[in-house]
């Protein structure tokens, strides 16, 4: 089952031409080349999320840094 690029209405695999609409559907070759660009974007899009927790992460560790130096220049200056 596909839907159309037009309406959204579902319609059968391999149809050239939408029931609802008459909108042209596209053909193989170009449904997978989207396909291959979904595949992409979703790569792409996982790639950045794990970079943006990598750098959430960073930013945890130096803040436990900053707080941890903190304390310390706190205990040494109750000395
Ligand atoms: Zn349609």
């Known amino acids: ?3 159309c690029i037009n309406c959204g209405q579902q319609h059968q695999d391999g149809i050239r031409f ?3 609409c008459g ?3 596209p053909g193989e070759q170009l449904l997978a080349r989207l396909r291959q660009e979904a595949e992409q974007i979703h790569y792409l ?3 950045a999320q794990a970079l943006a927790q990598q750098q959430q992460l960073q930013q945890q560790q130096l803040q436990q ?3 941890y130096s903190q304390n310390q220049y706190n205990q040494q200056q109750r000395w």
Do not use: P
């Open 23 to 25: 909108n042209q559907q």
């Open 45 to 47: 899009r996982l790639q």
């Open 65 to 67: 840094q900053q707080q």
């Open 1 to 3: 089952m596909g839907f």
């Open 18 to 20: 939408c029931r609802f």
